[in-house]
């Protein structure tokens, strides 16, 4: 193969601020050499990483994406914000191997401020890898608009997902890093995702409020005032903020959860 049509993957990291960027930067004033494709954004803490960047990520069309934080004990913050980000990365591991996506393709990795031939590395390996994985997608077997559509239907469901995990992504498993493996198992994350609710708006019982209009984040309610509002199915992002909103007087918003298979 000549070396013209070589893959180049996408690859997205977002890292913190304290330790990780200061080890790019210090690869970089180093000059230690990484591949060039590789596109880095910095947050102030590894736990502003979110399952919504990780699908936006490969929804937009990345190969690969890097989370890097401090080393655990070693956060700037008395959140301990990199246990979290190990949370969410297990758990969008899962998600992602759930829709058909090689997990591999989710990196988490602890980098000092100090530590530039490290993060230099890293970044090498992190690229070789992708590169043998190929395209995101074709590398699965996986056709485009079909990835998508899987890639989609798990994103939408991310709000749900945060409130049923909430308590498991805010652990901080400090004597048992390794505990955060065990988490999500496959046949929970699949039950997750099976059973997610479906809300409802009985006309009979709505009176045109219009409170859960109102507060629907995603503008995914219909209606005008003193009608019967909708739900539209297609935009909302299970969230239960209509449930949670709707007054108990009126009890007009349901919450259908799908049997277990």
Not at 66 to 85: M, Q
Not at 123 to 136: Q, R, V, Y
Not at 211 to 225: H, L
Request: charged fraction near 25%; hydrophobic fraction near 40%.
């Amino acid at each position: 193969m000549s070396s013209g049509s070589r893959f180049t993957p996408k690859i997205i990291g977002i890292i913190c601020n304290w330790c990780c960027y200061g080890g790019a930067d210090l690869c970089g004033v180093s000059r230690f050499q990484y591949p060039p494709h590789i596109r880095l954004i910095r947050v102030m803490c590894s736990a502003r990483a979110d399952l919504r960047h990780v699908f936006e990520a490969f929804l937009n069309g990345a190969d690969g994406m890097f989370v890097g934080g401090c080393h655990l004990d070693d956060c700037h913050y008395i959140t301990h914000g990199n246990y979290e980000a190990l949370s969410m990365v297990r758990l969008a591991e899962g998600l992602l191997e759930h829709v058909g996506v090689n997990p591999k393709r989710l990196r988490l990795e602890w980098v000092s401020a100090g530590e530039g031939i490290r993060f230099a590395n890293i970044m090498n390996e992190f690229s070789a890898e992708i590169e043998t994985l190929g395209p995101l997608g074709k590398g699965e077997g996986i056709a485009g608009d079909e990835l998508r559509a899987r890639l989609e239907k798990v994103a939408r469901l991310i709000p749900y997902i945060k409130l049923a995990k909430r308590e498991q992504l805010a652990l901080h498993l400090r004597d048992n890093p390794a505990g955060y493996d065990e988490l999500y198992p496959r046949e929970e994350v699949a039950r997750l995702l099976r059973e997610a609710p479906t809300y409802e708006i009985d006309p009979a019982q709505c009176q045109g409020c219009m409170i859960c209009a109102r507060r629907c984040p995603v503008e995914a309610i219909a209606g005008e005032k003193k009608t019967p509002h909708v739900i539209d199915q297609e935009v909302c992002i299970k969230c239960g903020t209509c449930l949670a909103v709707c007054p108990p007087r009126f009890g007009a918003v349901r919450q259908i959860v799908a049997s277990p298979a």
